[in-house]
C-alpha cells in the first residue's frame, strides 16, 4: 500500500456522532496512513536527531463517552510512549493537517528546556519562519503565526513552559483542509520533512547539541 495523502473524507470522520462510530471510521481511514507516515519517517528522524525513533499513533483508550475532535501520529525516542518527551507530530484536526515539534505537559523535562528556550529566544524567533505557527495547547486547534508574535510574547510563553505545571509549547505548521497538496502525497511528505528539519533545533536543544 502507498500513502496517496488525506482526503475531504478523512476530515469528514470528524462529523461522524459516536464514539465507537468515529473510531471505527479513525481506525479504518486514517490509521492506515499514519502507519505509513510511520514507516516512513521514522528511519529519516532517526537520522535526523541521532536517537532511535519510534512511533505511536494515537489510540484514544481513554475515552468513554466524547468521540476524538482530533487525531494523530506521533514520533519520539522512547518507545514506550511521547507524552512524556519532546516529540513531532502529523495529525488531522476538523478542518487542518498539522505537522508539529511538540512539548506537551506530561514531559518532565519541559522545565529545562522552558529555561533553554528562555536563553535563546531571539535566535528560535529569527530561526522559525514567519509562516509557521505557535500553539500552546494541543487540545485546541488554534494557533499563531510566528510573524504575529513578538520576542516578548515568546519569552512569556517559554517562561510558562518552564514553571507553570498545565504549559505546552508547539511549533510547526497547519496546512488547510482544502489545499491540493494534501492530496500530492510526493509534495506532502516533502513539506513534512522539511517541517521536521525547520523545528529539529528545538529538538535537539534537549539531547546538548
Same mark, same amino acid.
Given at each position: 500500500?502507498?500513502f ?9 470522520i ?15 481511514? *486514517?490509521r492506515?496512513? #499514519? ?11 532517526? /537520522?535526523?536527531?541521532? =536517537? ?11 475515552r ?16 514506550r510512549?511521547?507524552?512524556? *518527551?519532546p516529540?513531532?507530530? $502529523?495529525?488531522l484536526?476538523?478542518? !487542518?493537517?498539522? /505537522? ?19 536563553? +535563546? *529566544?531571539q ?8 509562516? #509557521? ?14 510573524? $504575529? ?14 514553571n ?18 494534501? =492530496? ?5 511528505? +516533502? ?7 525547520? *523545528? ?6 534537549? !539531547?546538548?547539541?
Open positions: 500500500m502507498e496517496e495523502g488525506f482526503s475531504a473524507k478523512d476530515f469528514d470528524f462529523k461522524i456522532d459516536g464514539l465507537e462510530e468515529r473510531m471505527e471510521a479513525i481506525k479504518g481511514q *486514517v492506515p496512513k #499514519f502507519e505509513l507516515l510511520g514507516q516512513h519517517f521514522t528511519p529519516l528522524l532517526t /537520522v535526523k536527531t541521532g =536517537q532511535e525513533m519510534f512511533y505511536h499513533i494515537a489510540k484514544h483508550a481513554r468513554t463517552v466524547n468521540p476524538p475532535k482530533d487525531t494523530w501520529i506521533a514520533w519520539s525516542d522512547n518507545k510512549g511521547y507524552k512524556m *518527551v516529540h513531532f507530530q $502529523v495529525g484536526w476538523p478542518t !487542518h493537517l498539522f /505537522v508539529w515539534f511538540a512539548i506537551i505537559y506530561e514531559a518532565p523535562s519541559k522545565g529545562i528546556l522552558g529555561t533553554k528556550f528562555l536563553e +535563546n *529566544v535566535k528560535i524567533k529569527q530561526m522559525i519562519p514567519e509562516d #509557521f505557527v505557535w500553539s500552546f495547547d494541543h487540545t485546541k486547534p488554534e494557533s499563531y503565526p510566528n510573524r $504575529v508574535l513578538s520576542e516578548e510574547d515568546l519569552s512569556h510563553a517559554f517562561a510558562n513552559l518552564a507553570k505545571r498545565k504549559s505546552e509549547i508547539l511549533c510547526g505548521i497547519t496546512i488547510d483542509r482544502e489545499d491540493p497538496i494534501l =492530496q500530492e502525497p510526493a509534495h506532502l511528505l +516533502n513539506k513534512i520533512e522539511e517541517t521536521f528539519q525547520i *523545528v529539529l533545533p528545538l529538538y535537539t536543544m534537549d !539531547h546538548g547539541k
